[in-house]
């Protein structure tokens, strides 16, 4: 039987809330007990969504997190219709490599818009090659 965790979070649109939900996937993955590996990609993750979320979107974002020893679900979702862009970043630039690591990183993800706004969502399971899903 597999035990699942969830939480969710309500982020006002500043981004000094990204290190307090950083620390809470954190402590989730582990009390999972999933990798070293798995944790700190859902960490970086977490950080790239949100950050882009209340960044570029511009409004307070609702974050969920679901860990199981099957892997980690976020879900991110904000006010903003606008869908979440790659752009190609340059060498040493500071911004702009968010989507690009998550289609990297993450095992599946996607967006699924609503009403007011969108949801960016990614998975990272223990031993699985990532792959998009739209």
Request: with cysteine; glycine share 8%; charged share 25%.
């Amino acid at each position: 039987m597999v035990t699942e965790e969830t939480e969710e979070f309500r982020i006002g649109p500043d981004t000094r809330a990204v290190s307090d939900m950083r620390r809470a996937v954190h402590r989730m993955c582990c009390d999972a007990k999933l990798s070293a590996d798995v944790c700190d990609t859902a960490v970086l993750l977490t950080s790239e969504t949100l950050t882009n979320a209340i960044v570029h979107g511009g409004t307070a974002a609702h974050l969920v997190v679901r860990t199981s020893s099957d892997g980690v679900r976020v879900e991110v979702t904000d006010g903003s219709r606008l869908p979440p862009v790659d752009t190609p970043a340059e060498t040493d630039a500071t911004h702009g490599r968010g989507v690009g690591l998550i289609d990297a990183l993450a095992t599946r993800w996607g967006v699924r818009r609503h009403p007011p706004g969108k949801t960016v969502w990614f998975e990272i399971a223990p031993e699985s090659r990532p792959r998009r899903v739209a």
